[in-house]
């Protein structure tokens, strides 16, 4: 049966798993939208707080009994059918909707949809393309997988023309999407619980920029081989963006200050666009804020803004934070969950560390640790010393056959000097021991390895 969110409004839609990152800013853009707006899950956090401030009624902990009542239900990938609250709505005939399909049906609400794509780097870009369009006098609506505070939040509602957004392979889903522009950031290995292999992967990524109307845009890093066999098949308007000199949009005379920030000259077929100064480090963001540019100049947006944009933008919660200076110890956050992301992390910590680097790794998923396990043995030569914590289950069940300690005797047996802390409190506990003022820590993974950052702020600088 076809659900149409059309057929809801002014009723109550329920919301399993609201306090993510996603679902959270959903929840408040369909209660905006005049939906009356309620959820669930397992635990509290500051997410579903400024919900239920909002007027949002939240239940802590599944149960089938939460959804009485509820006309519609929401469920991301990640909640399977055994849930008990979808168990309700089977039950009781309630129609349920897939978080990728709200997501589909609210794009076509607007004359341009704008989709971010990649394996990495979706809720950077994403952000930086948000903050672009608003302080370039647009009026965007955005869904963003992750906090910016310059939105307030994950989600915004505006009067304009435009829907920003990521768009997410796993399962799948952006294949439900609806873009008139499409950016494809980098196809690497990943969720290859749901992909049978690279390939597939990215024969995928070629179906979802086929989305695209004709009128519309196709924006990828030529600099992925993966990325330009895409582009080379679309029959859409495509450009590449990159740092080799083949790229339509480039990145030139790039230099970098003692943070890790580029300044360069952005230019199109050789001629320039505009100076940027990026206050976040990196050169995977030098990609990024070209692939902004890039989406930019197809809107007609005035390029001396866009910089002046760019220069602002000072990143999103959870992407290479600062989170506390902690004993002397400055602790980081990053959201990187796969190799890629976290040799970029690791390039980045290197520079900001002018002692000792503490990398603590809490890996996502068994499937995920499982098939890129070597990945994770060889992105960590920058760090002096590597904690990894147990593995965070996510929506998977232990297979038996995969932990830990065996990445640690992995990483050891490659000369990396690394220890496992299965615990938040055994990770803090190693770092308060050892670290001393001016070392840096960078926690990673898109688990809930950020609590660990909040312990050690909360704990200060008391000795253990």
């Given amino acids: 049966m076809k659900v149409s969110i059309n057929d809801f409004v002014n009723k109550r839609v329920f919301f399993v798993g609201i306090g993510g990152c996603s679902m959270s800013g959903l929840a408040k853009m369909m209660k905006w939208l005049g939906y009356e707006v309620a959820g669930s899950d397992r635990t509290a956090n500051h997410k579903t707080d400024h919900l239920k ?11 089938g009994e939460n959804v009485k009542g509820a ?4 469920y991301s990938a990640a909640i399977s059918e055994e849930n008990p609250e979808r168990q309700y709505a089977f039950l009781n005939n ?3 909707l897939e978080r990728c399909d709200l997501i589909g049906q ?13 394996t990495h780097g979706k809720t950077t870009t994403t952000s930086m393309m948000a903050e672009v369009f608003v302080m370039c006098g647009e009026d ?16 915004r509602l505006g009067n304009g023309d435009a829907f920003i957004c990521e768009a997410c392979e796993f399962n799948r889903s952006f294949l439900r999407f609806f873009p008139t522009v499409s950016v494809i950031l980098n196809i690497d290995e990943d969720h290859l619980d749901c992909y049978k292999d690279i390939d597939d992967i990215e024969n995928t990524f070629y179906e979802f920029a086929s989305l695209v109307p004709q009128t519309g845009l196709t924006v990828g890093c030529g600099d992925d081989k993966r990325v330009r066999n895409v582009l080379e ?9 990159g740092l080799e000199p083949f790229n339509e949009l480039r990145a030139e005379n790039i230099t970098y200050d003692e943070d890790g920030c580029a300044f360069y000259t952005a230019t199109l077929f050789g001629h320039p666009l505009c100076e940027v100064e990026l206050s976040v480090p990196g050169e995977h963001n030098v990609l990024n804020s070209l692939a902004v540019i890039a989406v930019a100049s197809f809107f007609d947006l005035p390029m001396h803004r866009v ?3 760019l220069n602002a933008y000072k990143g999103a919660h959870r992407r290479f934070e600062l989170t506390s200076i902690t004993e002397g110890a400055y602790v980081y956050q990053d959201y990187a969950h796969n190799p890629t992301e976290t040799l970029n992390a690791m390039k980045v910590a290197r520079v900001k560390a002018k002692k000792k680097l503490y990398a603590v790794l809490q890996p996502h998923t068994y499937s995920r640790t499982k098939a890129l396990f070597n990945g994770f043995t060889e992105c960590f030569d920058d760090a002096d010393v590597i904690l990894v914590t147990e ?20 990483m050891r047996k490659k000369g990396l000097n690394a220890f496992l802390t299965p615990t938040f409190d055994d990770a803090e506990r190693f770092l308060r021991e050892h670290w001393e003022a001016g070392d840096v820590v960078v926690t990673l993974g898109c688990g809930d390895i950020d609590l660990l950052n909040e312990q050690i702020a909360r704990n200060g600088d008391t000795k253990k």
Wanted: charged content about 25%; some cysteine.
């Fill in 106 to 118: 609210l794009m076509k609400r607007f004359k341009e949809s704008v989709a971010i794509s990649g």
């Fill in 53 to 63: 401030e909002e007027g949002v009624e939240i239940f802590i902990g599944h149960n």
């Fill in 140 to 155: 965007p609506s955005i869904h963003i997988g992750g906090e910016l505070d310059f939105i307030g939040g994950s989600t």
């Fill in 94 to 96: 309630i129609p349920q």
């Fill in 307 to 309: 910089s002046e944009a």
């Fill in 71 to 74: 006309s519609l239900l929401i």
């Fill in 233 to 241: 098949k679309l029959t859409c308007k495509t450009r590449t963006y």
């Fill in 391 to 410: 593995i965070c289950a996510a929506r998977e069940k232990d297979p038996g056959d995969i932990n830990s300690g065996m990445l640690v005797d992995a």
